[in-house]
């Protein structure tokens, strides 16, 4: 078995038919995000990756729209940034942190900031990611994730319940023209 993998690992499949499984759009992403192969013999083929002239472009899903977005303009869009309350997914590697935080410093919203706090608190933190979602909200576009982070870092019973009311209120609210109510709930 060893013999087979030794001889075939350096070999990409070229023909995406012939691929059983073409999985998500993240391994392609990670290849274009790093501009290198992640493993030798590893080749990608989600169903929406397409490959013009060696440039890879791969089409949006609800799930990865807003990181496919970051991924090829750098930037969230306008119609993302007002257009989303609830991420669907969350990209924490170091990679993916320092892409928001260039975005971010070329203009933070309330979208950077709660990826942010996110990465922060997988990462086990509690007080800088709690004034970044505090600052979040302040932004004017209130996201039931920000309320219910805010209640489960928050040490005081009170103060946590009253983001989980927040976050309940916000969940109930009309979700934006893109967002239909069952990828909300």
Known sequence: MEDFFSKYEDQGI???DAVLSRGSV???LAEKLEGKQLAKGATFFPPNLHVHDTQVHVEESDESSMWVELA???NFSLSTI???RVPLTYA???EWVKIVEA???RGSTWLHSLLLAVSMIEGGSITEPTAILKESLKMGHNSPIAAR???VLSSEAETAWGYFKLAWNLTLS???SHETIEASV
């Open 14 to 16: 070229s023909d995406p």
């Open 26 to 28: 993240w391994g392609a």
């Open 72 to 74: 090829e303009t750098g």
């Open 82 to 84: 007002e257009g989303t």
């Open 92 to 94: 924490i590697s170091p």
């Open 103 to 105: 975005s971010a410093a």
């Open 149 to 151: 982070c805010l209640a």
């Open 174 to 176: 009309s979700p934006p």
